[in-house]
């Protein structure tokens, strides 16, 4: 019998690893075929991956005779703990800051009072359509449910569409948005889970904005503080005289640690030494970890990177890249196979007519959704800025950002497992539906709106690559030392001078924070953590 159990499970770690092996193997292969596309205008990496996902995934239901199309099962919580931190960090490191913060305003209303906005559209107008077209059987909770998880853009497909030196203005915008927006979202799928629908008032909805700020507050300070932390280590012990290797791993393991402390998505792992301490930081923290994480790529990349030897600041760079873009490449080629996963399929019991009206239903609401926040609250954002502030969001910018916010993704499906599934398994017909639904439309708004989006700025802003061309953008070495805004932007020593300090708030807000920021930072901040000279 013990032979039998040892055959078995021999048998069992073999199969993981020709599974594992042919998986890497698919991954050198989008990397291949992505390389020669690249001067394709209508697929990029994201697109690739997903239609080489989708044909390795009909080719392996072929040859088990439409038993599986997967060769490894979709794990809502591998993605948000391991493929998830190093795209987010990657991209806080990588950030041009100076557009970023100059645009903050902007983008926390895209990206946190949009969101609300987007989930209160898609959950009444689901809650309103489904019964209309015959589907039934979903509780109120899923209804919330429905609206968070089609409220989340997709941040890593929205980043290879569009290029930060091209398009800073609508990168940065779009870019910000998407992480915010996954942020709020994920918080707010998991009030949704905990809210007791019995009770649903004004009370209950300030506590959930609450919830929000602190989130974001907390989650930001974590990262921060993190940040600092890792800057000030490597500044006074100066790793670099030793080796280069230890400057790295630092770097990597403290943002690792802090997006860890700060997410809670370790629930239902099986109990360790590693589950219980993560678990005892969670009920204390109870974070956002894609918000901690970025704003430590942020802090480290404005303090530490310039604290390592030069060796590792070239290294860093290339290494944060390379996480990120292994990870994006694993979950868009996975999201394709999954798409023809049979057992989803055979378990829902709707027809094919009811599946279309669903599926059109969703992509409908996520449209009026996504207008009805962009609009406006980009109206607003041009009056509360003014011209002093940043440049105007013209009516075509607006499209831009609409349209390329209309993209769902790895985010989306993760949530629609966690809600409707139980460890990637649902033997619920009506869930079954939820999930094929989910999928069909990741796989609609990558394949339609992902294809649309670069051909779409061409028509929209034909003149933005000539503008943008006639300055050089900095070198990648020149953007990590750049401030958060130029000192010449900020407004000078001049012109706050002569005017008083309140009066140029009001104006110019964003420039006369910074101003006084950045002689804090000269004065108290780079003595201690390093920084730029």
Request: aromatic fraction near 14%; include cysteine; charge should be positive.
């Amino acid at each position: 019998m013990s032979l039998q159990n040892v055959a078995l499970e021999n048998g069992t770690d073999h199969n993981h690893v020709v599974s594992i092996s042919i998986f890497v193997a698919l991954l050198c292969l989008c990397i291949v075929v992505g390389h020669l596309l690249e001067e394709n205008r209508w697929v990029n990496e994201s697109i690739t991956a997903l239609l080489i996902g989708c044909f390795t995934g009909f080719i392996i239901l072929l040859w088990s005779k439409g038993k599986s199309s997967h060769i490894l099962r979709f794990d809502e919580e591998l993605f948000f703990i391991y493929l998830l931190p190093p795209i987010i960090f990657n991209a806080g490191f990588q950030v041009k800051k100076k557009q970023f913060f100059r645009n903050f305003f902007t983008i926390m209303l895209l990206g946190a009072v949009g969101v609300f906005i987007s989930f209160a559209i898609i959950s009444a107008g689901c809650w309103w359509l489904f019964p209309k077209i015959g589907f039934v059987g979903l509780r109120v909770r899923d209804y919330f449910a429905l609206g968070t998880i089609f409220s989340s853009t997709d941040t890593v497909c929205t980043l290879q569409v569009l290029n930060q030196d091209e398009t800073p203005l609508l990168y940065s915008l779009v870019f910000g948005e998407g992480v915010v927006n996954d942020a709020t979202s994920v918080v707010l799928f998991r009030t949704v889970q905990k809210l007791d629908v019995s009770r649903l008032d004004l009370r209950v909805a300030l506590y959930t904005f609450k919830d929000f700020l602190y989130l974001f507050a907390t989650s930001t300070s974590l990262g921060i503080v993190s940040g600092l932390l890792t800057a000030y280590v490597i500044k006074a012990l100066y790793f670099g005289r030793h080796s280069t290797d230890r400057e790295i791993a630092l770097m990597i393991l403290m943002a690792y640690l802090s997006y860890m402390l700060a997410e809670d998505a370790v629930l239902g792992h099986p109990p360790s030494l590693g589950f219980i301490f993560t678990a005892c930081f969670k009920n204390l923290l109870h974070l956002s970890g894609i918000l901690t994480v970025f704003f430590c790529g942020i802090v480290m990349s404005h303090y530490a990177w310039h604290n390592v030897t030069e060796n590792s600041r070239i290294t860093t760079r290339h290494v944060f890249a390379t996480m990120s873009f292994i990870s994006e490449t694993f979950i868009f080629l996975y999201v394709g196979m999954d798409a023809l996963d049979i057992e989803k399929w055979r378990m829902k019991k709707s027809s094919f007519k009811t599946s279309i009206e669903i599926c059109s239903s969703v992509l409908g609401l996520i449209l009026l959704g996504r207008a009805a926040f962009v609009f406006p609250l980009c109206v607003l954002a041009n009056y509360v800025t003014g011209k002093a502030e940043s440049p105007k969001l013209t009516f075509k910018r607006q499209v831009v950002i609409w349209w390329a916010g209309l993209m769902r993704g790895a985010v989306s499906i993760a949530l629609a497992f966690n809600q409707f599934t139980y460890s990637g398994v649902t033997w619920d017909p009506v869930h079954a539906t939820m999930i094929t639904t989910t999928i069909i439309v990741v796989l609609f708004s990558m394949m339609v709106f992902g294809f649309l989006t670069r051909p779409l700025i061409d028509i929209l802003l034909p003149h933005h690559k000539k503008s943008n061309h006639q300055t050089s953008p900095p070198s990648p070495k020149e953007e990590l030392s750049l401030p958060l805004i130029s000192v010449e932007d900020s407004g000078g020593h001049h012109v706050l001078r002569r005017r008083s300090s309140l009066s140029m708030l009001l104006e110019r807000p964003a420039h006369t924070i910074h101003f006084y920021w950045r002689k804090f930072d000269d004065a108290y901040m780079r003595p201690i953590f390093g920084g730029p000279g």
